[in-house]
């Protein structure tokens, strides 16, 4: 497996404390990622499934608070084959797994059952502009969305505001979700922020990306009027 970056955090990447792992590799190229380094598949350090799997079953007793293993990345899905390997190792040994996602994986059902809690990017409803932006239309991220509302395991979907790039039409976003049942389901708005800005090597391409205050309260106010669950972390 190739990993850029690993440690603990606390509740930011699934509930409690967890052992976080960053996975090299993104299919996406987002103009605000804040972790550029860690879009290129050929990067990073190589571990064995093994030397994970112990890593994670050593770590066992700081994962408190509901806490256990994130895989993250990059994209993580983009290590399928690995990644379904561990989760199950995981899954046996009863820790707790979660993974933050695009959502952009045709296989993402493969992963599901040895998934206790999921996070799911949904940046844009609308498939060209997301296209625009991050070089990946919507399409497997809606149906991956709208499989997911079928089931029982929770579902947390994440949608970072960038301004004027996705923040002008709240109502649009929230009439595509309520047309599911989204019980299982909580939302998460990430204001934009410039972490990564000085991580970028080429030009950084984001111009006036802040959300104002009044912006955020439109979202949330929004959500709350067609009942969609929203959660800060
Ligand atoms: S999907 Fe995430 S990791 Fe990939 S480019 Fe976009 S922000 Fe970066």
Redesign the pocket.
């Known amino acids: 497996m190739k990993i850029f970056q690993k440690g603990f955090n606390f509740g930011q990447d699934g509930p409690g404390n967890r052992l976080v792992y960053h996975l090299q590799g993104?299919n996406?190229?987002?103009i605000?990622?804040s972790?550029p380094e860690?879009?290129n598949i050929n990067g990073g350090k190589e571990y064995t499934i093994q030397e994970i799997f112990d890593e994670c079953k050593q770590s066992r007793m700081l994962f408190f608070s509901g806490g256990g293993v994130t895989f993250t990345?990059?994209?993580a899905t983009l290590q399928h084959k690995e990644l379904l390997e561990i989760l199950k190792l995981l899954k046996e040994e009863k820790i707790h797994t979660c993974i933050e996602t695009?959502g952009t994986s045709p296989k993402l059902k493969e992963l599901l059952p040895f998934i206790d809690y999921l996070i799911m990017?949904f940046k844009h409803y609308d498939s060209d502009i997301l296209k625009k932006y991050?070089g990946v239309g919507n399409e497997v991220i809606k149906n991956n969305f709208e499989e997911n509302c079928k089931n029982e395991r929770q579902q947390h979907i994440r949608i970072p505001l960038i301004n004027r790039i996705n923040t002008d039409a709240p109502e649009e976003f929230a009439k595509y979700f309520s047309r599911f049942d989204t019980s299982n389901t909580v939302f998460e708005f990430l204001t934009y922020h410039e972490y990564g800005k000085e991580k970028w090597k080429t030009q950084y391409k984001v111009k006036d990306g802040f959300v104002p205050r009044e912006t955020l309260n439109k979202f949330t106010e929004v959500f709350n009027e067609y009942n969609l669950k929203l959660i800060t972390t």
Do not use: L, P, Q
Request: aromatic share 6%.
């Open positions: 993104c996406m190229a987002c605000w990622c972790n860690g879009m990345g990059g994209e695009n990017d991050t």
